[in-house]
């Protein structure tokens, strides 16, 4: 082999190591099996999917960046970021143990909670008026609004360890509501799984929150990026659009399917 030769494998060789040592893996905490459309695993393409994972696409176009998803749940979601062992999950600052540990990128999605019952609401839903009722909820999530009934009695807290269990309890008559975003429950209750179900939203929201992406605090200039590529992806439509992909085109009443 000629020396140029030989020199231009090695500056090449380098090259590619320094362009590796340059690309950045932001490990990202997924309360598996996660939750649609935010993101969730899905069993067809065997890989997590959502809106998340549509944005952080966007990101990887660059290719300074590769994400890597880490099967948790949310109750670890802190400690692992706290530990180093994640770099950013998904959740509102109001839902956290230590929310002055972190920083937070702008907003990502609005979280607009109701009730769902698989009856009519005659009026908005008033805790006050609903005494004894059986709340669906999920397991280690925090309810600010609701915290006070369930703590109090008023209402009874069932918890599920799924979105997708709470909608399946609530099908089968074991709690009277379930309280979920309308992300949620358009994406899960629109399913061939409940098709013969009908579903009614309360008509008022029972929470309003901004979710964000939570980042390790060390990480400002990976904030920065994210808040960058946000701006577009919203700005561009590219989140709507995605939006609407994974919860489909749903309204409720949901009605029970057509034979």
């Known amino acids: 082999m000629k020396l140029t030769s030989f020199i231009l494998i090695f500056l090449g060789s380098i090259l590619i190591s320094h362009a590796k040592a340059n690309i950045h893996r932001i490990k990202f905490s997924v309360n598996s099996p996660g939750t649609a459309p935010y993101i969730y695993y899905d069993i067809n393409s065997d890989k997590f999917e959502g809106v998340v994972v549509d944005f952080f696409a966007t990101l990887e176009e660059s290719g300074d960046f590769v994400v890597d998803y880490l099967d948790s749940n949310r109750a670890r979601a802190e400690e692992l970021l706290s530990h180093r062992v994640a770099d950013v999950f998904l959740s509102s600052s109001i839902w956290l143990e230590q929310p002055k540990n972190y920083i937070y990128s702008n907003t990502f999605m609005h979280h607009n909670s109701y009730m769902y019952s698989t009856f009519a609401f005659n009026q908005a839903f008033n805790p006050n008026q609903s005494e004894g009722a059986l709340i669906c909820a999920r397991r280690n999530y925090k309810y600010p609004v609701m915290s006070k009934y369930f703590d109090n009695n008023i209402m009874v ?72 590529k946000l701006a577009i992806f919203i700005s561009s439509g590219k989140r709507d659009k995605s939006i609407q992909k994974h919860t489909g085109i749903q309204v409720f009443p949901k009605l029970q399917c057509l034979n």
């Open 157 to 228: 807290r069932v918890d599920s360890t799924s979105q997708d269990t709470m909608v399946l309890m609530l099908a089968k008559g074991r709690c009277d509501f379930a309280i979920m975003s309308d992300d949620n429950a358009k994406s899960i209750m629109s399913t061939p799984e409940f098709c013969d179900t009908e579903f009614y939203q309360s008509p008022n929201v029972i929470s309003a929150v901004d979710i964000t992406f939570v980042i390790r605090p060390e990480l400002s200039e990976l904030k920065k990026q994210i808040d960058e």
